[in-house]
Each structure stands twice: as C-alpha cells, then as structure tokens.
C-alpha cells in the first residue's frame, strides 16, 4: 500500500451486490467496475473474482492507485482500460461483459448523463448493479440548479474548501485538468436520483429490480439515502434466483417488443478457463446450469480448470456431474481437476455409420415401416431390427420387402422382454456412431437420417436431433396438428439443451416427440445406467422415459431442430398410450420427470424464452414471438395469476366423473336396453384395459345412433386424450342432446367449451344443470374460472348467470322461511307445557323476502 494514497474499507452492501450475482447467476460472467479505484483500489473488481461464475473483468476508471497498478500484476484475470468510461471510443474498447458495476458514480455523470451512461452500458449487459446515494424528494433534480445555498445543504461538500468555495462563480469557466466547464465536472455531486426514475430509466431499458436494499441516511443529508440495487435484463430473470436476503420491488416487467433479440451475454469461445471458486456448496441443480454454461464458453477440446484442489469425495461427484454437462476428464499433470469441452466434429466428406433401430412387436402398420426404412436416401446405414413378438410374423414380412444388398440385422427375443427393455437392447446392440428409431407403427421420409446428420456436421455441441412430425391415424392420412407437433421455428435452428428439456415439462408437452422423432449419438445415451431413460435416481419412469432419455442427451449438449417434417407419428387405438394400466402409470412417471428436471436445472420456477442460433452460427438469439416462446409466456403468465392458470377441462371431467352421481329422471323415456347392455359391455372392457375392443364397440353403437349418452360422453373423452379437442366438442355435444336430464354431460361439454375459450356457450350449457344442482362445487368452481377468464360478457350471458343465481337465493329463501316455520310451531307446543313465566318466549318475524327478525316478547 503506498502510504500516500487513501485507503477506505470496502462497503458492505456493495460487496453484498456482487456475492448476490455469484449466488444467482448460474452461467460464467465477466464484469466491468466502472470507476472503482478511488480509495479501494480495485477492492471491489478482486472480490468479484472470487466469486461462482466469474472468470473475469476489467477496470476502467481515469485514473489508477500505485496500489491497484501492483496488485493487478498478480491477476491475469483482471484487464484495465486508463479512461473516462463515459467515452464512447472507451466503450468501444472493452472486452466481453455482462455484470456492470455502478457504485458512487451515477450522481456524478454529466455529459453524458447518468441515463445516457445506463443505456450505453445496458445494450451489451444482463446485471446492473448500482449503489448511489438516491434522492427522496419527488423528483430527479440536477443539484447545481437549485442554487448555492440549497446546493450545499443538499451535499457533502464544504463551501469553504479550495474546491468548492469558488464553485458557483466559476460554473461556466474551463476546468484545468478535465477540459469542460466546472458545472460538468465529475468530481462533484451532480444528481439527486429519486427510485422511481432509476427503476423506470432501467426498465424501459429492459431491465428490472430482483434486489434492493436502503442502507441509510448518507451523512446528516436530509434527502440524501444509500441505496442499493442488483437490475436483471427481464429477458433473462430465470437465471436469477430468490432468496431470503433479497428484498424484491414490486415492479411489472415490460413486454418484449421485438423477435430474434439477441440473447444476453455472450462470450467468443475460449481455449481455457481457470475458475477459483468453491462448489461445494452448491445444490446439483447449480452445479450443472453452471458447469453446461461453462461449457457453451469453451471451444472443442478447450479445458476448464478447477483450482484449488478438491476433495477426493468432491472430486468425483464433480466428474459425475461434469460428464451429465458435457464434460470429459482431460489428462492432468497437476493436483487440479481439469474438465474439457467434448471434439466431435464429423470430419467433411465422410458420412458416419447410422444405426437405424427398429423395436419391433406389433405387425399391424410394420410394412409401411420397414418400406420408409429401406427408403432411406443416406448411404451409410445399418438397420437394427430387434422383433420382441415372440413369433416369426414380422420376419416374414420383412422377408417378403428386402431389398438386396441392404444392411440389416435381425434380433428376435427369445421371449417377450417388454418395451423399455427392447430399447435399450437396441442402443446395446447399435453399431453405428448415432442411433435412429422407428418405432413399428411409425414411418419415416426418405431423407430424414440424411437430414439429421446433416444437422450435426456444423455443430459438435449438437447431442440431439430432432424435427418437425406429422399426425396419422391408422389408414395413414393426415391428422390436425395440437400443441405437442406445432411448428417451433419455420426455419432450421439450434436450441439450448437444458432450456427446451425444462419447457417439455413447463408446458407438460412433448413437442421434441416420440422416438421415432430423433437422433442421437449412441455414446451420449449408452453410459446412462441403469438405462437410457434411469433419471435423477429413477430407474422406473415408465411411459415417458422417451422425454427422461431427452434430458439426458439435452444435459450434455444442444438440439437441431429441423423445420421440415420427417417423420409420421401414428395415432390408432392399438397403440400402448392408449391402454389403461399405461395410462395409469403417466401421474407417477411425470412427477418423477418433473422433479428431476427440477433438481437437475433444467426446469426453472418462471420458465424464460429459449434462446436459439442459425446452424452454424455462433450467436443466441430470443425470438419472442415464436409458438414456443409464445407459450411459455402464457404459462408464466399463468403462474403469475394461478386463477387464471388453472387448465379445467380435463379436472371438472375428472371430478364429474368420480363425484357426481345424478339419479335420472323416473318420467324420461330410458334407452333402448339391448344398447345400454351394449354399452355397459363397452365400458366393462375399457375398464379392464380393452380399450380397442371397447373404443370399437362405442363407435358402433354411436353409428347406430345409440340413445345412450355416455357413449358419446366415453368417446369425447377418448378424443380428448387423443388431443383431438374439435372432435370432443362435437361428441360432448351429442351427448348433451341424448342425455334425458341435464347431467354431467351438460358439465363436461362446458368444461370443453371453456377450455376452447368459447365463455358464453359454456354458460349457456351449464345453466340448466346449475338450476338443477345449485350447490354443485364442480359446476360454481367452472362459473368461477370462466369469469376470471372472460374480460367481457354479454348482457345476455350475465342476465342467464344472475338468473341462475336468483333462482338459487329464491329457493333458500323459501325453504328457510318453511325451516323457521316449523321451529316456530315446535316452538309453540313445548311452550304450552311450561308455566308462563319460564317460557320466556321470543317471536321470530318472517318478511315477505324470507329474512327473519328476533323480537322480544312483552307478554309476561
């Protein structure tokens, strides 16, 4: 320390700024301290260095302590820029960043202005942290303008000091040594900001406050407080946690107004990072969002470097979770863990070995299949069959279509192993470097693996590829889309990993889709133990292990998306997603999904946009308005306003279904019994998991225009697990007109209507049936959710909702004026058996409108 220079002990709240970021920003980052020199020599640029995520930063500041200047030269990490960071060509000469740090410098910035510095600096950050002496009166004021006498009672400043007492009488002259008038210098205090004006100047940047913290009086100035705040880019708030410390201000954060925004932060590819700071702290999910962002940062074969050494314990569980991020163990000369980024680059002109495996069992639609297969136009191909029917059907078929010359293997099981095990014997049994399914009643287009690996060749961060599909039923036409096979992108891009496996679960969809879907390589997928789809210590998700297999690839890299649609997926009645003990396994196997890709950082509290590039391109990029994105703000929305958020349709069906029991009307005409025999037989083997049978037999019955309403009920519900909402509508409507009473037909196809947004048909619907059960906690639970969702009703609809709750009030009112009625004569005749004094009587008068009033009685 030279013992010339001030020293003054850092503030904790600024250090308090910086350990929140390591806490929560869970990626790498790079910061810039904007003017931190004077009297802490750089304190605070060397604390942010030890902190989770950083690797790096840069000073700039006018001019630099003999005591920085000697304790930079021991910092590799830290860069210093000599001058006035409100210079343009200053700015321009800074490396990569995404933190700024702003401590004790807005109030001084004149030309440029405080605001004009926060949005030259806000274009390239994502963090803002600020701390500065904050204004509490009612609006932003430039201080010198208030004049001498209220100037100096509104700063720190002696009037009587050299550099003061001739302030006001020289405002206008040059500056010696800064070269600008005397009213621009940056030595005096210049602004009093109020809150308001910072957090609105920041948010219409696109930025808002997720901490705050007032520390005080600054002095004895009476409108003058220490404030502290951390600003994140809205863009990207869920990379910032809460936490107990935090003290959030109640802002809402403004829309995006533009697509394909660049995504915050983004540093060149880097051959080696160094990283000091301890994980052993940190829960799994930290650990990995880090470490895959850390990932993003290296180039092929790029090391990281873990110092100072870890434990042996530690060290192994930061391997494990290196590997889950994409990371290898790199060969080490020292003590250091050293973790490297994974060199998978397809050399050009050369085409990989695809293994294109089929798990075969059912024959039904396997023709078609084993036709798209040999279709394939990509040259290099081996086609793995692994037959788990237990018979030799499958083999004839495909002895009857081979083609000569073509790879293919056949592996047939002995005995049934069932699906999941299938499988993974085909990723056993793949010899090729990435697998392609297909699935028995799938189909691929002929250029699909072409395709596909295509989409790895620029791109060596690529772990899966996937592409647009369409809908089939079982004659092989064309199905309407839904909102798991909607377009994400009309154009090719790449995706990142960890966000699109955590939107799977956020918007409880799988739009990256059924094996048949995509590609991978065997390597990324094959040392997953137990098995492929074994997830956050689950080896039992059952159903939807395909999307557990997708965040496991997803974890260790990005994902191609291809616009193109290049598979058929299947929709008939044969398929296992439609059987009943299949379908009683998805609730349990989705809440294993959903806490895994909790704990493991993929699924966030508020699911942000996911951030996509051009293939072959190294910049992210946030489209806002692309279907996905869309979707994932409304669901944030949702959760923002659980009112608002609650998806009925498929709960009131459920609740109708389980707890309204309606007795029908003994004066309506019953159905003909040979179809109600017929229907029970239905329902029977759909009970018992029959469900072809049991789907066949209702849709007869409906041809025959069956006067049983539950089998349109049965089969608007089977559409509804198709996705096939348009169909359900139609066959819930059909139930209604059959039913003889208004029933849970009438509750369910309301459901329905409110879930396709159509609010005053829904009305309509239930109102007959809400006369009829006025206390019907499923049918006012539905009035209630439509009225949180419509912003406007017509004045018909709410004449019919307020003629239904009348209706109500009405019929209380009557049976409490019959209830009093009856206590008064009971009331009466036990009088009359006592003497008079003990009766004590009290009478009840009952109005016209049914209330009731006690009177005391006079009669002794």
């Known amino acids: 320390m030279q013992n010339n220079e001030i020293v003054n002990p850092p503030h904790p709240g600024k250090l308090e700024l910086i350990e929140e970021v390591g806490r929560t920003l869970r990626r790498p980052w790079r910061f810039v301290d904007l003017g931190g020199l004077w009297a802490v020599h750089g304190a605070y640029a060397f604390h942010a260095l030890t902190q989770t995520g950083c690797i790096g930063g840069t000073m700039v500041d006018t001019h630099p302590t003999q005591t920085f200047l ?32 702003l401590f004790d410098t807005l109030l001084h910035q004149v030309r440029p202005d405080w605001d004009e510095i926060l949005r030259m600096y806000a274009a390239k950050a994502s963090q803002i942290l600020i701390f500065n002496q904050q204004y509490t009166g009612e609006k932003t004021v430039r201080l010198l303008e208030l004049g001498e006498e209220a100037y100096f009672r509104n700063v720190p400043h002696d009037p009587k000091h050299p550099t003061y007492s001739q ?60 404030h502290a705040f951390l600003f994140s880019r809205t863009r990207e708030s869920s990379d910032v946690a809460s936490h107990e410390k935090t003290e959030p201000i109640a802002t809402e954060s403004p829309p995006l107004t533009h697509a394909h925004a660049p995504a915050p932060f983004q540093l060149p590819p880097v051959s080696e990072i160094r990283f000091t700071a301890d994980l052993s702290g940190q829960s799994a999910a930290e650990t990995l969002s880090l470490l895959r962002n850390f990932r993003r940062v290296l180039g092929p074969g790029a090391q990281l470097i873990l110092t100072p050494p ?60 084993l036709d798209s297969a040999f279709a394939q136009t990509y040259p290099n191909l081996h086609i793995l069959v692994c037959d788990d029917s237990g018979a030799d059907h499958l083999r004839q078929i495909a002895a009857e279509r081979t083609p000569p010359g073509v790879n293919l293997e056949w592996i047939s099981n002995p005995e049934n192993i069932g699906g999941r095990a299938n499988f993974a014997q085909c990723i056993e049994r793949a010899k090729g470097t990435f697998i392609k399914f297909l699935c028995d009643d799938d189909k691929l287009a002929p250029n699909c693996i072409e395709r596909m690996v295509d989409a790895f060749r620029p791109d060596p961060s690529v772990t899966l590829a996937f592409s647009r599909r369409a809908r089939i039923d079982s004659a092989g036409n064309p199905l ?177 279904d389980s707890a309204i029991e309606l007795a029908a009307d003994p004066e309506a005409e019953s159905p003909a019994t040979s179809d109600r025999t017929g229907y029970e037989q239905a329902a029977a083997k759909m009970a018992a998991g029959h469900t072809d049978a049991a789907i066949a037999e209702l849709i007869a019955l409906a041809e025959a225009d069956s006067d049983v309403w539950e089998v349109y009920a049965d089969l608007a519900e089977f559409a ?86 009348q209706y109500e009030l009405t019929k209380m009112s009557a049976q409490f004026k019959d209830a009093l009625e009856a206590l008064t004569a009971i009331r009466e005749r036990a009088s009359a058996l006592l003497p008079d004094q003990e009766s004590n009587r009290t009478e009840v008068a009952i109005s016209a409108s049914g209330s009731a009033t006690a009177q005391p009685d006079d009669r002794r």
């Not at 001058?83 to 990569?96: A, I, Q, Y």
């Not at 009488?169 to 500056?175: N, S, T, V």
């Not at 198709?722 to 037909?745: C, F, I, M, Y």
């Not at 059960?773 to 499923?778: R, V």
Request: hydrophobic share 40%; glycine share 6%.
């Open 720 to 805: 509804l697990r198709q996705n096939d909402r348009e169909a359900a509508l139609a066959l819930q409507h059909t139930a209604v007109a059959k039913s003889p009473t208004p029933g849970k037909a009438s509750l369910g196809l309301a459901a329905l209507q409110t879930d396709a947004g159509q609010y005053e048909q829904a009305l309509a619907t239930i109102s007959p049936y809400l006369r009829a059960h006025p206390k019907d906690g499923a049918a006012l639970a539905l009035v209630r959710h439509i009225l949180g969702l419509s912003a406007e009703l017509s004045p018909v609809a709410w004449a019919r909702l307020s003629t239904d709750m």
């Open 70 to 101: 000697d304790a930079l030269k021991d910092e590799p990490r830290l860069e210093f820029i000599q001058g006035n960071f409100g210079d343009t060509e200053v700015f321009k000469r800074l490396p990569d960043f995404d933190v700024v740090f």
């Open 480 to 656: 309407p889309e839904d909102h798991h096979t909607e377009m994400l992108s009309d154009t090719d891009c790449i995706f990142q990993g960890d966000a699109l496996a955590g939107a799977v679960i956020a918007l409880q969809a799988n739009f990256i889709g059924e094996p048949t879907t995509v590609m991978f390589r065997k390597a990324d997928l094959q040392w997953i133990q137990p098995h492929y789809a074994s997830f956050n210590g689950h080896d039992d998700i059952r159903v939807v292990g395909d999307i557990a297999a997708w965040h496991n690839l997803l974890s260790q890299g990005e994902a191609a998306y291809i616009a193109e649609a290049l598979s058929s997926f299947r929709i008939h009645p044969g398929q296992n997603q439609a059987q009943a003990k299949i379908r009683e396994l998805i609730g349990t196997s989705w809440s294993k999904l959903e806490q895994g890709s909790r704990a493991l950082g993929f699924l966030q509290v508020v699911h942000g946009p996911i951030p996509h590039r051009a293939p072959g391109t190294a910049t992210w990029l946030i489209d806002a308005n692309s279907p996905l994105n869309r979707r994932l703000a409304a669901a944030a929305d949702h959760d923002r306003n659980p009112d608002s958020a609650q998806s009925v349709a498929r709960t009131i069906i459920r609740l109708a």
């Open 310 to 369: 870890v434990e042996m314990a530690e060290h192994r569980s930061l391997l494990e979770h290196a590997r889950y991020a994409g990371l290898d163990s790199a060969p080490q000369a020292s003590e250091n863990l050293v973790l490297q980024a994974r060199d998978r680059l397809i050399p050009p002109g050369t085409n990989p070995l695809v293994t294109l495996a089929i798990p075969a069992f059912k024959p039904a639609f396997f023709a078609e299949c």
């Open 167 to 226: 302030l006001f009488r020289r405002l206008d002259e040059p500056h010696p040594v800064h070269g600008r008038p005397w009213r621009d210098v940056h030595h005096i205090w210049q602004w009093g900001i109020t809150d308001t004006d910072l957090i609105n100047t920041l948010e219409a940047l696109g930025f808002h406050p997720v901490f705050s913290r007032n520390w005080g009086q600054v002095h004895q100035l009476e409108h003058f407080e220490n």
